[in-house]
């Protein structure tokens, strides 16, 4: 089983950049495809950017191509997301999630096991 832990979240103007981390304990990440989830008041949880185990295959949602990176070094069992060109809408509760599922990368939420407990990220226009 793995812990994950979110930070790195905040206030910003539209146009600025975070950077949030995921960091895993428990077991380590080289094991599970990482995803990043949002979640926005009144809003289903939606897929952002997920991450093989190996970190080869990448994917993003369409409305964050560009400017957001997810990012993994398994060596600090850490996984990230920067984001740059901030919009008000990517307002949300920001989550990581770990997949055990071998070779996923997953864009569905409950195909992932393991949950951080968030960070709220604020956009302000």
């Known amino acids: 089983q793995v812990q994950l832990v979110e930070s790195g979240g905040g206030l910003v103007q539209a146009g600025g950049s975070l950077r949030l981390s995921c960091a895993a304990s428990g077991r380590t990440l080289s094991s599970y495809a990482m995803g990043w989830f949002r979640q926005a008041p009144g809003k289903e949880r939606e897929f952002v950017a997920v991450?093989?185990?190996?970190?080869?295959?990448?994917d993003y949602h369409n409305s964050v191509k560009g400017r957001f990176t997810i990012s993994r070094d398994n060596a600090k069992n850490t996984v990230y997301l920067q984001m740059n060109s901030l919009k008000p809408e990517d307002t949300a509760v920001y989550y990581c999630a770990a997949d055990t599922a071998p070779w996923s990368t997953s864009t569905t939420p409950h195909e992932y096991e393991y949950w951080g407990q968030g960070t709220q990220v604020t956009v302000s226009s």
């Open positions: 991450s093989s185990r190996t970190g080869w295959t990448i």
